[in-house]
């Protein structure tokens, strides 16, 4: 599985940002897929995952404030971020997980600025 994260980029503290990551390749082995992001010298964290049928999970940090969601017939996952606070810079991956192995794509950065 490949995985193309799009929609980083600059926004000001409070606003909104979407995130868009097509997974192509063995769409067989797509499952749950999700958003981790990587803060300037920190650990790559996990934000939010959705599972094949739907089901969400949240950080507690933006639990209220993100929304992620797939589209199965497109192999796409998308993460909707609002109320952003500039905590959240960071490069943002996209990652598919199917109990076998665990796939990422290449980051986008999303900048919030104060």
């Known amino acids: 599985v490949q995985l193309q994260a799009f929609g980083g980029g600059l926004v000001q503290a409070g606003g909104c940002r979407s995130l868009t990551c097509l997974a192509s390749g063995s769409t067989a082995s797509i499952d749950d897929l999700g958003w981790s992001r990587q803060a300037p010298g920190q650990q790559r964290t996990c934000v939010a995952t959705?599972?094949?049928?739907?089901?969400?999970y949240y950080e507690d940090s933006v639990k209220d404030r993100f929304t992620i969601s797939r589209d199965n017939a497109k192999n796409t996952v998308y993460l909707q971020m609002n109320e952003l606070k500039p905590s959240a810079t960071a490069v943002y991956y996209c990652r598919n997980s199917n109990g076998k192995s665990v796939t990422w794509g290449r980051g986008t950065l999303v900048t919030v600025s104060s």
């Open positions: 959705i599972t094949r049928g739907l089901t969400q």
